[in-house]
């Protein structure tokens, strides 16, 4: 620095360099956000040594995003990467906030302090609720999905006349490293924005690939990300350690997607600077010339000497400015270790699920207007007589969009189809294209559209086709949509109701991915809602419900429809209509209305309690009448809820025979009858307990199906051998 020679001196006003926007009043201010962000990371590494800090993964090289911010508006929503320091001090003060207030957000992050902003102590994540910046702390690039659903959620709010969080011109950033451009989410984000605009969508979204050439210790190889860059997003091209160049190239990106609502890829060069984080010994795999090599394009150095040959600073000027600084930054870090943290379990997972069950109630009570309902159906569900369960969840369905203009429809064959089985039928021509809609084949894609429209203020319905590909998308719900709330205190929620047709026994079209069986990779997911109605009464009430926890508490649910039930109509023998059920009017919406975690009870039998669900009701149902007949008295208990479970109507029905049936129809290893035998013993039940399952089996084609799945007889058996 002391050998730069300092230029003539320039009016602050004028570009700092010929050919670049860039003030020179704006670099020096984006100077001070690109030495604080360093600093932090200084912090970082001194706090971690003390035992005080416990994140060290920085910002160092990638300082250069502060000018990314600064071509953003702070009401643009932002999803970033976890080196986006920088960024986040300048949106900081964008908002109107001190320097001081930004970087104590984060230092209160680094100790874990309660007080940070947006987690609380839960994990050091950049957001902030007043500063449009969603916390990011799931898998690489699982938050690009989520990211092209902001920006569909921005311009579809707007046509529908629907609330938004962002103004109607916002556009959405999102940043992620050139490591994450070959994770399948960030291939996933990039190609539906990329589909969408092809398609003539509007979806202003920004992708900023900060690329430092290296994934912890991988190389990417010089060019990749030019290589491999969607040919039909709009590239842009900029030297991230060049403060003036990324200025006006951030500039004119964020210029060109507000313009047009048209998504853009934004490839800044960064380098890596102090290692992944403060536990990485960089010269484990990088040589040393590689490092000095990084060194030289430090982008805070770039700035400095952007300042000095405009004449705006002195060399010594500049030292003494960082040593300050960072005495001071330093002080700051200390005052933040003093500040409380979380103590106990309940404190930590109190904004896990937050719950309103009275709110929940009168919000599932609500219904359309008679005079919007007469348009909407023109002959009145509740007047059509009995209903299958495809039936009922079809009219529910409209009954929700009729009284919410911000529910959204949307899947695989959903729209003109209306889905693979006719459940959504209709709906196309009632609401219109905007509403309900196809997608594009890709499950990460159609979970990421839910997340950015629920963060937004709508309410999405996504549909995944069938149980076995929800597993393809897995994380965007256990990493992205149920840790929203938790990481962010509630401040950003998604709430989102997603139906799944799923579950075996269909018969004449077989197959592992259309009869799958397997629930518990939902059920272990903290705050998830698992509903699994089994007939078509409790299906309309339960969407009800599930829906206006989304909306009042804003709940993650996932609505696990049995396939092989959509179209049942007979209980006991053909033609009884024992398994259809009326529509209930709105007027008695409140007094039907199903909580979360409610089960439901069928007879009054002293001597067996089945517990079941899903398919299983019909089963056991048919088992318990040739039962009793036999005078073996028996009741049924449909969980009705997978998570949570129903426990308090689970002891009571078990007390009351002290024998218990569970018959589950998922698989014996990892199923649900695991977990109601863990409730029953828990709670101190004694009584006896078996338990019939399918197998630990993939379902094959055809009648072989029937040699690994839970069957009728099976029941009935294990019935009369625990009867003794």
């Known amino acids: 620095m002391g050998a730069l020679s300092p230029g003539p001196s320039i009016d602050p006003a004028m570009p700092v360099r010929p050919g670049t926007t860039l003030t020179g009043r704006r670099c020096r201010e984006l100077f001070e956000v690109q030495l604080g962000s360093r600093l932090l990371d200084v912090a970082a590494r001194v706090l971690r040594e003390r035992n005080e800090g416990f994140y060290t993964i920085g910002s160092a090289g990638h300082e250069g995003n502060a000018a990314v911010a600064a071509a953003l508006r702070p009401t643009d929503p932002a999803l970033l990467h976890y080196r986006s320091g920088a960024f986040y001090l300048e949106r900081s003060v964008q908002a109107g906030r001190l320097p001081e207030e930004g970087l104590r957000d984060v230092l209160l992050g680094l100790s874990a302090s309660t007080e940070e902003p947006i987690a609380g102590g839960r994990h050091k994540v950049f957001g902030h609720p007043d500063l449009a910046v969603i916390p990011q702390t799931s898998t690489i690039a699982s938050h690009l999905p989520r990211a092209v659903g902001v920006g569909f959620a921005i311009d579809r709010a707007r046509a529908l006349g629907a609330p938004s969080k962002w103004p109607a011109d916002a556009i959405a950033v999102c940043s992620f490293g050139d490591a994450s451009v070959n ?20 979806l202003p979204v920004l992708f900023v690939c900060e690329d430092n050439g290296i994934g912890i210790s991988v190389r990417t190889p010089q060019g990749w990300v030019e290589a491999s860059r969607h040919p039909r997003l709009e590239y842009f091209h900029a030297d991230g350690c060049d403060l003036a160049e990324i ?8 210029d060109h997607v507000r313009a047009t609502r048209a998504p853009a890829f934004l490839h800044m060069r960064t380098v890596r600077l102090m290692g992944h984080a403060g536990s990485d010994v960089e010269i484990a795999y990088r040589t040393r010339k590689e490092i000095a090599a990084d060194l030289e394009h430090d982008p805070l150095l770039g700035t400095a000497r952007l300042l000095v040959e405009a004449g705006l600073a002195e060399p010594d000027e500049l030292i003494a400015r960082y040593e300050a600084e960072r005495e001071h930054v330093l002080k700051l870090a200390m005052e933040c270790t003093r500040r409380p943290r979380l103590t106990s379990a309940r404190e930590v997972m109190a904004p896990l699920a937050p719950a309103d069950p009275y709110k929940v109630a009168a919000e599932a ?5 008679t005079a919007v309902r007469e348009r909407v159906f023109g002959t009145p569900p509740e007047a059509e007589g009995g209903l299958t369960l495809a039936q009922a969840i079809n009219r529910t369905l409209a009954d929700a ?5 911000g529910v959204l429809l949307f899947g695989e064959d959903v729209a003109r189809k209306g889905g693979v089985y006719g459940v959504s039928r209709g709906l196309l021509r009632k609401f219109g294209a905007e509403r309900v809609f196809d997608t594009l084949l890709d499950e990460q894609s159609i979970l990421g559209l839910a997340l950015g429209s629920g963060v937004s203020g709508l309410l999405p319905v996504p549909e995944i086709q069938y149980l076995a590909y ?8 256990r990493g992205e949509a149920s840790s929203l709330q938790f990481f962010s205190r509630g401040a950003y929620r998604n709430p989102m109701v997603i139906r799944v047709p799923g579950y075996a026994y269909q018969k004449g079209f077989g197959g592992h991915f259309h009869n799958d069986n397997s629930v518990a990779a939902l059920r272990d997911i903290p705050g998830l ?3 699994s109605p089994a007939r078509p009464d ?6 009800r419900t599930c829906l206006a926890a989304a909306r009042a508490d804003g709940r993650v649910c996932v609505f696990l429809e049995p396939i092989a039930l959509y179209h049942t109509r007979d209980l006991f023998e053909e033609g009884d209509g024992g398994w259809l059920a009326p529509y209930a009017p709105p007027a008695r919406w409140a007094e039907t209305h199903i909580p979360i975690g409610r089960a439901r009870s069928y007879g009054d039998g002293r001597d067996l309690t089945i517990v079941t669900f899903g398919n299983g009701v019909r089963m056991s149902l048919r088992t ?11 009741r049924v208990l449909d969980l009705r809820w997978l998570s949570p479970l129903p426990v308090e109507d689970l002891l009571r029905a078990a007390e009351l025979t002290g024998r218990v049936l569970i018959a589950d129809e998922t698989r014996r290893s990892g199923g649900v009858s695991e977990s109601v035998v863990t409730a029953l013993v828990d709670n101190g039940f004694t009584g006896k307990i078996a338990r019939v399952t399918s197998q630990d089996s993939f379902i094959p084609l055809g009648a072989a199906a029937d040699t690994v799945l839970m069957s009728e007889a099976d029941i009935e058996l294990a019935a009369r051998k625990l009867l003794g």
């Open 183 to 202: 994770h399948a989410s960030a291939l996933s984000g990039l190609n539906t924005a990329a589909y969408g605009a092809y398609r003539g969508l509007q």
């Open 247 to 254: 200025h006006d190239v951030a500039r004119a990106a964020a």
């Open 365 to 369: 009570a609500r219904a359309a207007g």
């Open 401 to 405: 969009m009729a009284l919410d203009p």
């Open 470 to 477: 929800l597993h393809n998308a897995l994380d965007q719900i």
């Open 529 to 531: 809602v698992v509903a």
């Open 538 to 543: 409790d299906a309309a009430s339960m969407l």
């Open 624 to 634: 318990a009448v040739r039962l009793t007949a036999e005078d073996m008295g028996c």
